[in-house]
């Protein structure tokens, strides 16, 4: 029996490894991929990070590209490579967890291979996990190329034709910007009052800014926190308004409903689409977990990663803290706190 096990080997389960390392534990992560940075090798290929190599370092390692640069994905995948193998952190791939019990005073873990134990868990899976698509996608025709940005690559999957994006969020516009360079004809659906931030502010990145004033130590139950997390996510480094006024863009607001080859739309019908990118995000999925307790956004209830059920953590969640909680360069405050809080349970059981 292990006295942690780490589900997930992203960024926030590395981070929180390299604290059990160094304390000597009896730990191990399980992820459900076949390598480190397998999630950010799917994702498509000309993804960029938001925020420059300073902000993204994990504990203990620094983010190896000069300040200012904009790592993509196969950048971040060797830096969290590189973190594995520096720390000799240990990893079991390819178990996917589907079930989750307290027994007996400690945890069983089981996936389709195999059955773990553990005196605590700490579930680091992120906050994207099951695929979102609206359920009009069943009433199109199998003719038109549906894919869900979560399996877009690039341009070259898609067939000749008119294309729509549907979803305002930063991978929906990163993609629309994309598919619109290559002169097609494209249609976007979503919302066009959208916030859109560039990436440098009178010389300064925007992370900068953000650390300068305090938006990235907002915790989220303060005054600002809270304003911050109700408060929809801007579009940063896209000019939102500039794409939208391309030629071959046309904005048709929200979609409606779909009857073969015909998509509705708020503002007309078209027929002539032979491509859809749903770029409709995720939702949380953690009915695996036996007898938790969510909250009012699906999330397992917690406060700070430490759950009602004693012995189970949580890392990597959006807005466990702040802001920056599930991302590179934010997960390690979380990490520290958590840590902290585990040694003072250890101390105080002896």
């Not at 926190?225 to 940063?236: A, C, F």
């Not at 991302?327 to 003072?344: C, E, F, I, P, R």
Request: include cysteine; charged fraction near 25%; glycine fraction near 8%.
């Amino acid at each position: 029996m292990k006295h942690y096990i780490i589900i997930g080997a992203g960024q926030s389960g590395l981070a929180i490894a390299y604290h059990l390392n160094k304390k000597n534990a009896n730990y191990l992560i399980v992820d459900a991929n076949s390598e480190t940075g397998a999630p950010w090798l799917k994702r498509w290929d000309s993804l960029k990070l938001f925020t420059p190599s300073e902000f993204n370092s994990l504990p203990g390692m620094k983010f190896p590209y000069k300040k200012g640069h904009y790592a993509n994905k196969y950048e971040v995948a060797d830096y969290l490579k590189a973190y594995v193998v520096k720390f000799k952190i240990q990893i079991e791939f390819n178990h996917k967890i589907t079930s989750l019990k307290k027994q007996n005073g400690h945890f069983i873990l089981e996936s389709e291979s195999k059955k773990f134990e553990s005196k605590n868990v700490i579930i680091a899976t992120g906050p994207f996990h099951k695929p979102f698509t609206p359920n009009c996608h069943t009433k199109i025709s199998k003719e038109i190329l549906q894919i869900h940005s979560e399996h877009y690559k690039s341009p070259n999957q898609l067939q000749n034709g008119a294309t729509l994006v549907v979803g305002a969020g930063d991978s929906g516009v990163q993609i629309l910007n994309e598919v619109s360079k290559t002169n097609r004809t494209v249609y976007f659906s979503g919302n066009t009052k959208i916030m859109s931030i560039p990436q440098e502010i009178l010389g300064k990145t925007l992370w900068w800014w953000f650390h300068k004033v305090g938006f990235l130590r907002a915790n989220k139950y303060s005054w600002i926190g809270k304003k911050l997390s109700e408060s929809g996510q801007p579009v940063i480094g896209t000019d939102v308004k500039a794409l939208f006024k391309n030629k071959n863009i046309t904005c048709v607001g929200r979609t409606l409903n779909a009857n073969d080859k015909t998509i509705i739309f708020e503002k007309q019908k078209i027929t002539d689409i032979k491509n859809i990118i749903w770029a409709t995000g995720f939702k949380p999925n953690f009915n695996w977990i036996d007898g938790i307790e969510f909250d009012d956004s699906h999330y397992p209830k917690n406060y700070r990663g430490v759950s009602d059920i004693d012995g189970l953590y949580f890392l990597g969640l959006p807005w466990l803290y702040t802001r920056g909680s599930a991302t590179l360069g934010g997960v390690k405050k979380d990490a520290d706190y958590l840590n902290t809080y585990l040694s003072k349970k250890e101390k105080d059981s002896h």
